[in-house]
Nanobody, 117 residues
Framework: QEQFAEAGGNMVQPGGSLRLSCAAGTIEFNTYHMGWYRQGSGKSRELVARISPSSNDISYAPFVEGRFTISRDNDNHILYLQLRRLKPEDTAVYYC??????????WGQGTQVTVSS
């Protein structure tokens, strides 16, 4: 049974914006740190951002450079990632899962973000 269902990916031009969402299934969403990850073609999956259960501890990978915002809706078990000022190098499949200090569990399908002119 899939635990995570990501959505919101699309093709956008450089400088564009997208809002990704992730619906968490039966996991105890409100208990865990959550994270957004991404995997570009031919690259390893990498952590993009993470958020604590109460949203008071948030961190981003250096490459984010203030362009993305992670947030969560604990009432509805949804994780969000607002992407702004997108660059071609942001092109990847984006996934959500448990975030550090927790290890990820089984992965969902992800959502494709393509940044191209």
């Amino acid at each position: 049974q899939e635990q995570f269902a990501e959505a919101g990916g699309n093709m956008v031009q450089p400088g564009g914006s997208l809002r990704l969402s992730c619906a968490a299934g039966t996991i105890e969403f409100n208990t865990y740190h959550m994270g957004w990850y991404r995997q570009g073609s031919g690259k390893s999956r990498e952590l993009v951002a993470r958020i604590s259960p109460s949203s008071n501890d948030i961190s981003y990978a250096p490459f984010v450079e203030g362009r993305f915002t992670i947030s969560r809706d604990n009432d509805n078990h949804i994780l969000y990632l607002q992407l702004r000022r997108l660059k071609p190098e942001d092109t990847a499949v984006y996934y959500c899962n448990y975030g550090p200090p927790w290890e990820p569990i089984s992965w969902g399908q992800g959502t494709q973000v393509t940044v191209s002119s």
